[in-house]
């Protein structure tokens, strides 16, 4: 097994395009997106607090995404994806044997659910800012959404409302869905995707009334660790240090539901990289859960490779693995020491720990888990797996995004 041990870190020890891209198949996040946001409430108008364990999707063939299990309508548990880029949540219908992927759970059946409804296509929830691509059905009166995923993967059924169990004790009622009856692509095998994105249609506006617009995560490192998702403030932790959480068009996303923060700067062993600070401002930087490793505007990328592979000379290298191109092979290596690497946000900083850093591609061989964006222009990601073992705290009322070290 590869042993991996970073750099006293100099730096207080936090944790970490609109087209996301994804190093194993999980559903990208540039679907058809409402290009309006729900405003946030001034301050919070709820204290309760519940929380989900949650999971890396290994088992679910999606082991670069997180995982939850809920309930929809009669007491059936599915498994979701949980995505803060975006904004739909759906699972996969009956019926739709001929359209639907295989899942490991049986597939929910609206029709056996005394509290499931379809939306019509005259409700205001079948057009934007509720969904930003919807028809009407054969019938004509039926609300049909459609989400496309910057993979290429897609879902497409009817629109509706069913209970939400978030936990047998904790319910959302109506909650509004995809009720999936086309699916195709790259899911695994989980039953659909919960969106956590800036928009009306999703979890964290439909609960807002509940849970106060707060939700919070720790992303286990490891398959057989134990991660959370958290909805509301009562227990969030104290020892967190938070950024802004930019609007939208401030922080260069033009008006689309993303969760914007401004980072400002990355260091290397101690020493931070010499780039502008408006290489990271252009196209500005989002948080996502559903992304796996971090993007980076490309002047940023080079001058991160260059030092890390300075720093890493000593090692052998080895062959990229798709937009990962800085990779060693360490089977002739007793341990790997590997340079520390911070990422410095506006009032916070993130140490990240060494799975933050490289990506492990099998036993023997891992890449430095960042990756370059096309051009200048595509926005910033800060992936899950530099999230890893934080606590990840989004307080869209307050308008901030915070992170706490050794969460989970």
């Known amino acids: 097994m590869l042993a991996e041990q970073a750099e006293p870190n100099p730096r207080p020890d936090l944790r970490p395009r609109p087209s996301p891209r994804r190093l194993d198949p999980q559903p990208d996040h540039v679907q058809a997106r409402p290009r309006k946001y729900s405003s946030p409430s001034s301050k919070l108008s709820a204290t309760t607090t519940t929380q989900i364990p949650a999971t890396k999707g290994d088992s679910f063939g999606s082991g670069g995404a997180y995982v939850v299990t809920v309930g929809f309508g009669t007491p059936l548990q599915q498994t979701l994806v949980f995505d803060t880029g ?60 459609g989400v496309q995923y910057g993979d290429g993967s897609f879902t497409q059924g009817y629109y509706g409302t069913d209970t939400l169990a978030l936990t047998p004790a904790d319910t959302i009622q109506s909650f509004r869905f995809g009720c999936g009856q086309y699916q195709g692509g790259t899911f695994g095998q989980v039953a659909g995707l919960m969106g956590l994105g800036r928009a009306p249609s999703s979890v964290v506006s439909q609960a807002d009334s509940k849970y106060g617009g707060v939700f919070s995560y720790c992303l286990p490192p490891t398959s057989s660790s134990a991660g959370r998702l958290a909805f509301g403030s009562g227990s969030l932790p104290s020892d967190v240090q938070y950024t802004p959480m930019l609007s939208p068009s401030s922080g260069g996303g033009g008006g689309q539901p993303f969760y914007f923060l401004e980072l400002v700067s990355i260091s290397v062993g101690g020493k931070k990289l010499a780039i502008s600070a408006a290489v990271f401002s252009n196209a500005g930087t989002i948080i996502d859960s559903g992304t796996t490793v971090t993007y980076l505007p490309p002047a940023a990328y080079s001058a991160l490779r260059r030092q890390f592979r300075k720093r890493m000379s000593r090692y052998r290298s080895a062959a990229g693995e798709g937009p990962l191109d800085t990779c060693y092979d360490f089977g002739r290596a007793s341990s790997v020491t590997l340079p520390a690497v911070a990422l410095e946000f506006r009032g916070a900083s993130m140490g990240l720990a060494a799975n933050g850093i490289v990506f492990p591609v099998s036993s023997t061989k891992a890449c430095l888990a960042f990756a370059a964006n096309g051009n200048d222009s595509d926005v910033g990601i800060l992936g899950n797996v530099q999230q890893r073992t934080f606590d990840v705290v989004y307080d869209v009322p307050n308008l901030k995004i915070g992170f706490g070290a050794q969460g989970c």
């Open 86 to 145: 975006s904004v739909v949540t759906w699972v996969q219908c009956q019926p739709c044997a001929a359209s639907c992927y295989r899942q490991q759970q049986p597939i929910f059946d609206p029709a056996r659910s005394s509290t499931y409804r379809n939306i019509s296509c005259a409700s205001p929830y079948c057009s934007p800012p509720e969904l930003s691509a919807s028809t009407c059905g054969a019938s004509g009166d039926t609300c049909v959404y």
